[in-house]
Nanobody, 126 residues
């Protein structure tokens, strides 16, 4: 099972930017579609962005469209989330996830992911 470790979270002001990174442990990383999710206490985990195994297809949740960009580097076994124009409502714990479910090239459905990182906190102050 691939192991994931997020980094890059922190505290920023409204309008600021952050770049999250997720390092994967396995050389077969390029076989997995990847996703970024976020969660605040008391709410369901929300799909933020997803990218196909080869990196050619990306999809975003409504809250991320136009502001966030997901990318991956299969040579480095890493996936990234560039977040711009951050808002207080973006405050959450952010998780990266890896999936390899048959029939899915990418997805924002959390239940289609088999491996999760521990998360990195993002706090946006007004």
């Amino acid at each position: 099972q691939v192991q994931l470790a997020e980094s890059g979270g922190g505290s920023v002001q409204t309008g600021g930017s952050l770049r999250l990174s997720c390092a994967a442990s396995k050389d077969t990383f390029s076989n997995y579609y990847m996703g970024w999710f976020r969660q605040v206490p008391g709410k369901e985990r929300e799909g933020v962005a997803t990218i196909s195994a080869g990196g050619g297809i990306q999809d975003y949740g409504d809250s991320a469209k136009g502001r966030f960009t997901i990318s991956r580097d299969n040579a480095e076994n890493a996936v990234y989330l560039e977040m711009n124009s951050l808002k207080p409502e973006d405050t959450a714990m952010y998780y990266c996830a890896a999936g390899r479910r048959a029939g899915y090239a990418y997805t924002l459905r959390a239940e289609m992911y088999a491996a999760w990182g521990q998360g990195t906190q993002v706090t946006v102050s007004s």
